[in-house]
């Protein structure tokens, strides 16, 4: 039973984190807000295009309610339990092919 107890408090703080950090405001996923370094960009590029239309318009929209300083409506906010991790999939095997790569490289060349 204290393991139940351990992963609901995990949760709990998880949410919470996720709704301090006020992205969900303006309708963001989490993998919207990457910061885009290669592996991210790669990742994205890997992204099918109905994906990346979804991710342009999230981040449009985001970028319009912040110049005028307002929010979604509070039902419109991305909620941690629907936030889509879509680019995790291809974030890992992005990371993967690079770790092996340099593992290559490191020791056959």
Do not use: C
Not at 12 to 39: I, P
Not at 41 to 52: C, D, N, Q, W
């Amino acid at each position: 039973m204290p393991i139940m107890k351990a992963l609901a408090s995990n949760v709990a703080v998880r949410r919470w984190a996720y709704n301090l950090s006020g992205f969900n405001k303006f309708g963001l996923h989490h993998d919207d807000v990457l910061q885009e370094n290669d592996d991210v960009k790669e990742a994205l590029r890997r992204l099918p295009a109905h994906k990346v239309d979804e991710r342009s318009f999230r981040i449009m929209r985001a970028m319009q309610l912040s110049l005028q300083k307002i929010e979604l409506p509070k039902e419109e906010w991305t909620k941690f339990e629907e936030d889509d991790r879509y680019l995790k999939p291809y974030l890992e095997e992005v990371i993967k092919e690079r770790e092996e790569k340099e593992y290559w490289e490191k020791n056959y060349y």
